[in-house]
């Protein structure tokens, strides 16, 4: 069903839920935009949504375990055997498609996005290869469907379906998925919070106005544009914050939008590169991709607070380059790698955020130079198959627990919403909590 579809029935009851509260006002659905109003009130829609992708995943990866049970392989195996047999995309196909999404490019010529055009193709052929695989292996080993995951009736002990002769169940289901159930729905709350935090300070900028006797615009000049000095983002984001949260005390504000009931990822620190100690009560793990510049923003704040917490916090980074869109990013956490072996990993991990357009083979070599390794060493790990191997279970265990992009970050195996400082700490304090609690 279709967020639109989800909205346009029976909403009523969910549009007059109060979101906020403040001195003489009361905010509900209604009072966001439009896009955040249709994703809350539509907000069962996608997680029901989510838990059909995820049944699917559940199917594929069963059926791959019986069929390597049958051939005394290994499912990763399986999958990997198949994905590779899904053919090339013609030099045809990578120039309609670009055809196609010219206005996307903005501009750029084939050449410049070849790459991201191949991964794509490439990326749905071999979904396709997969998708026909599990239609094999669901005749071959005895696949029936059984009872709907979305059923509003749904029991625990409920079959959803059966292979090989083995049974699943609901039960079995929720308690390989609970996480990442809970990471959508804190995604969907933490969206709708933004935009319902800004709705209320705006209304609060206007009965501010109303008591001052001035216009808003007045009092927006006031409280903000005129106490700028350098006019940089950071420094206004400073300045309104503090004036929000001036607003947000003097007129009583409660946000009633509740967060969903955490659940964790086991999700492990493996024997990747770490600050801290692992007895630390609160373990950050943080999947990554030296050419994202996301990544690259995140990470000096990461580092702050690394030094805040001390002793309370064991810091893990763990690969997750994202191929499909980033051409270096592989050869990048190989040559991470490849630094750790003379001890030098986060110092050149500081040098690959810096230099994110240049990680080429020969700018990674130069910065093995400028730290002062032993380059022909360093060449040789960063051409190991193991190391290889090393990513590439990181990029697994990743998809495993949910992450699609970078930075995926987990504490005590949560993953954090609101990638920003004041979203870490609460992440980290909550972790500190519990921990301090068991």
Known sequence: MSIAAFVSGGTGQVRETPLATATGMTFTADALP??????????????????????????????????????????????AAETQKAAAPTEALIKSTYDANRAAFEGRTLDQVRFQIVAYLKSNSEENALKDLTERLKKSHGF????????????????????????????????????????????????????????????????????????ASDVIAAEITDKLKDFTDEERARIENAFRSSLFTKYAVRILLADPEPVAHKVSADDDPAWGSPSAPVTM??????????????????????????????????????ESIHENAFRAALAANAARQQGKYFEYIDILYRNQDDLDAASLKRYAEELGLNVKQFELDLSDEKAASEVRKDMADGVKHGARGTPTIFINGVKVVRLSPDGFRAAIDRALKLSAGK
Request: glycine content about 4%; hydrophobic content about 45%; overall charge neutral.
């Open 34 to 79: 439009e896009e955040a109003r249709k994703l809350y009130q539509g907000q069962q829609a996608v997680i029901s949504s989510e838990r059909i992708r995820l049944l699917s995943d559940l199917i594929r990866e069963t059926l791959a375990e019986l069929e390597a049970a049958a051939q005394k392989s290994t499912a990763e195996a399986i999958l």
């Open 144 to 215: 029936a469907v059984g009872k709907s995951i979305n059923a509003a009736d749904l029991k625990p002990s409920d079959v959803i379906f059966t292979a090989g002769g083995k049974s699943v169940t609901a039960a079995q289901f929720d308690a390989r998925f609970a996480p990442h159930i809970y990471d959508l729905r804190a995604e969907i709350i933490d969206h709708v919070r933004v935009d319902l935090e800004n709705a209320v300070f705006l209304s609060l900028i206007q009965a501010e106005a109303k008591s001052r006797n001035k216009a």
């Open 285 to 322: 793990i943080m999947f990554s991709d030296f050419q994202c510049s996301a990544c690259a923003g995140t990470h000096p704040i990461l580092k702050k607070l690394i030094n805040e917490y001390g002793a309370k916090l064991h810091f893990v980074v763990r690969d997750f380059p994202l």
